[in-house]
């Protein structure tokens, strides 16, 4: 499902006026008609009942106009409150203000902080007649908005979110709740916090981005009459990984008869230090769980029984002069243990000594099968960012905020503040020609940004998952989906859902406190119910 940022959007708007000769007051009236529907299938019957909408400026308000028409027509009393001048709408927004006129519909301007107090006296008044008020619409601002949110529209959001005068009544955001940008899903200061989101023509970045569920609510998208023509026509890079293209993906994975261990290739992991052990154990488990033939671990000599006894299915390759750490000194046989491997994982646990460094420096640049890079080997390649080389053959990173923000050499928060950029900022760093490179900003709402400026936005996942290990079961099953021929940005894009779902479906089941290794375990389901789901 494509996700048009504000700019694609009104691309959008203007190629279905200019090109396809939909007059954009029908696309207002579409988005409108639809959003009525839409609180009718989710709220019932609107006969008898009132709704506060709130217009803005802009065609947003447009739309807020219209919606309150059609609550008119199903027998709903529409109270509008404005927040601009109502004489400073435009376009057709000010053609629906002449219709809203013309009907004599109650309207109030609330141009100051002292007006917007008089908001809950008038709810109770209307109240007192015995009409409940089945919503308050969100006309205020759209998708465009590129500033903070202060004086009276603040105010009238913080009335809006606090709700004390209509606690349980529900908010329908229009387009996307006001504050919330569009694009990166930051907060202008101030957000409304909306029950349902009806948003026009296609989901938006932002509106899928981490945390914007808590402002979105439930986000369905509305079909305001754009031709499918012209979404193809805007050439949009940015989209949302669903089940629904996981899998598509994952049908790959169907396995023949005729099949055997080998034919689902082997994945060799470098990982584990004295202490960390665990981070190298989950790798693995990710890997086998997730369908892997064969895997192999490059270990620390003397921490080799512990492998052995946790990964009965697993073969290990214990490094002679490696004690507690991966030293470069064993770069023979880590090499000589590279030929017929499939793909390799390095980096959880493997700790940042100087030998282990040189170790990752140089396969990052020598090894030829698809590397994915995690944890610590990140951490390292964010010390050397300057003097990387074009590597052997394709990368796959896969940072948290606080590895992102090594990479790229700003702070966690400016990270999380704009996480799409920053993966995008990861990708030209560390991008070479000729080779293929896949960052995976983890979290919320998962960034995959891959070649031709792809972006992909996961929906799966849940707060269950933020416990350790999580991102070293998701390595190993990128790994493993690599080993079974998956290219690296769809390997990593499948895994990313594959791994969200199989949590999702725990915290469902048990809520928060599961664990990685539980999560790893509960694979096998959720791959065989994505590759039922497409059949």
């Known amino acids: 499902m494509k996700l048009p940022g504000s700019e694609e959007m009104k691309a959008i708007d203007r190629c279905a006026i200019e090109e396809f000769g939909i007059p954009g007051v029908v696309l207002m009236e579409n988005a409108g008609t639809g959003t009525v529907r839409l609180i009718e299938e989710q709220f019932g019957p609107l006969a008898g009942s009132f709704a506060l909408i709130f217009i803005g400026p802009g065609n947003n308000g447009g739309d807020g106009l219209v919606i309150g028409r059609h609550l008119h027509q199903r027998g709903c009393e529409p109270i509008f409150f404005f927040l601009v001048n109502p004489d400073s709408l435009s376009g057709d927004a000010a053609v629906n203000l002449a219709v809203v006129e013309k009907l004599r519909l109650p309207l109030h301007v609330i141009d100051s902080p002292t007006r917007v107090k008089t908001i809950p006296v008038l709810f109770k008044q209307i109240e007192s007649r015995g009409k409940p008020c089945c919503a308050i619409i969100d006309a205020i601002f759209g998708t465009g908005l590129s500033r903070n949110i202060t004086g009276h529209f603040a105010d009238t959001i913080d009335l809006i979110n606090g709700r004390s005068f209509a606690r349980h009544t529900p908010v329908i955001a229009v387009d996307t709740p006001s504050g919330l940008d569009s694009d990166t899903g930051k907060i202008f200061g101030k957000c409304v916090k909306a029950s349902l989101t009806a948003t026009f023509g296609c989901a938006k970045p932002g509106q899928v981005m981490q945390g914007s569920s808590a402002y979105t609510g439930t986000l369905s998208i509305i079909d305001i009459g754009i031709p499918p023509e012209v979404i193809t026509k805007a050439g949009i890079n940015t989209s949302m990984i669903t089940g629904e293209t996981a899998s598509s993906w994952l049908q790959a994975l169907k396995r023949q008869a005729n099949t055997h261990k080998g034919t689902y290739g082997h994945l060799l992991v470098l990982a584990g230090s004295a202490g960390k052990t665990g981070a190298a154990i989950l790798t693995a488990r990710g890997a086998q769980y997730s369908g892997c033939g064969l895997v192999s671990l490059c270990v620390p000599y003397d921490l080799n029984t512990i492998f052995e006894t946790s990964l009965?299915?697993?073969?290990?390759?214990?490094?002679?002069?490696?004690?507690?750490?991966?030293?470069?000194?064993?770069?023979?046989?880590?090499?000589?243990?590279?030929?017929?491997?499939?793909?390799?994982?390095?980096?959880?646990?493997?700790?940042?000594?100087?030998?282990?460094?040189d170790l990752v420096l140089y396969l990052y640049h020598s090894v030829k099968q698809p590397l994915v890079v995690d944890a610590d080997a990140?951490?390292?390649?964010?010390?050397?960012?300057?003097?990387?080389?074009?590597p052997a053959g394709p990368r796959i990173l896969t940072p948290h905020p606080g590895e992102m923000a090594r990479l790229i050499g700003v702070s966690g928060d400016s990270v999380q503040e704009n996480r799409l950029e920053a993966a995008k900022e990861c990708y030209r760093r560390f991008k070479r020609k000729g080779r293929d490179l896949v960052i995976i900003l983890k979290g919320a709402g998962t960034l995959v940004i891959a070649d031709n400026d792809q972006v992909m936005i996961n929906t799966s996942g849940n707060p269950g998952m933020a416990a350790g290990g999580m991102g070293d079961v998701l390595s190993g099953m990128i790994g493993s989906l690599l080993c079974q021929g998956l290219n690296p940005t769809v390997a990593a894009a499948a895994a990313v859902f594959l791994h969200g779902r199989a949590g999702d479906e725990l915290y469902a089941r048990i809520g928060q406190g599961f664990s990685a290794t539980e999560l790893a375990r509960n694979i096998p389901h959720c791959l065989q119910t994505l590759l039922r789901e497409n059949v």
Not at 314 to 343: C, F, R
């Open 312 to 357: 009965v299915e697993a073969m290990t390759v214990p490094l002679p002069t490696s004690s507690s750490l991966l030293n470069v000194s064993d770069l023979p046989t880590v090499i000589k243990n590279l030929e017929h491997k499939t793909a390799v994982v390095i980096g959880p646990g493997l700790g940042t000594d100087a030998r282990t460094a």
């Open 378 to 390: 990140l951490n390292i390649l964010a010390k050397q960012a300057d003097q990387l080389k074009t």
